[in-house]
């Protein structure tokens, strides 16, 4: 049997969230990472995939926090099994932690390509695609990144859309 429970720890939007296994014969759990978590993952991965490195420097001034919030955060993603890291030399991806990062990479680039598509017209859509990238799952995902294809090869049916949006604003 296999339980799921999402548990609030945060007043932004922050989530503890847990994955319970349990078996007739064991009893496992692990912790998923959070949102600020998956945050550092995130530009880890980034500035990795980037420069080839990641340190705690870089990370501080691509977050906009301070390097010892990022020591802070770094420990917990170690004691997670999220990352490598030692103190001074820098940090490295765990198998497990690269894939929740690339998961989130590639979420945040599929609805930056939509937001694209359907010309939505903001000033925060760096802050909305960072506030919904991290509570859409694989299906959802699939399912945007189909749509996002499909406007894509299919101009016609996307400007139609973006007509159809524009009358009903007029």
């Known amino acids: 049997m296999n339980i799921t429970s999402l548990e609030c ?3 932004f939007g922050l989530y503890g969230r847990t994955i319970r296994n349990i078996d007739e014969n064991q009893e496992e759990e692990s912790v998923l990472p959070t949102i600020n978590m998956e945050d550092y993952l995130e ?3 980034l ?5 080839g490195y990641a340190r705690a420097t ?3 001034s691509s977050l906009d926090v301070l390097p010892s919030s990022v020591s802070k955060m770094m420990r917990k993603l170690d004691e997670n099994g999220l990352v490598s890291y030692e103190r001074y030399r820098g940090f490295t991806l765990t198998t497990k932690g690269r894939s929740i990062a690339k998961d989130i990479a590639d979420k945040h680039h599929m609805l930056e390509k939509l937001f694209r598509i359907l010309e939505i017209p903001s000033i925060n859509i760096y802050q909305e695609i960072e506030g919904i990238e991290h509570h ?11 749509l ?3 406007l894509e090869e299919n101009p016609n049916i996307k400007n139609s859309y973006l007509k159809y949006r524009e009358e009903l604003v007029q």
């Open 43 to 45: 530009k880890i991965y």
């Open 148 to 150: 996002v294809q499909f």
């Open 136 to 146: 859409i799952g694989k299906e959802t995902a699939f399912c945007i990144g189909s």
């Open 58 to 60: 870089d990370v501080a």
């Open 47 to 51: 500035l990795i995939e980037e420069k």
């Open 9 to 11: 720890i945060g007043s």
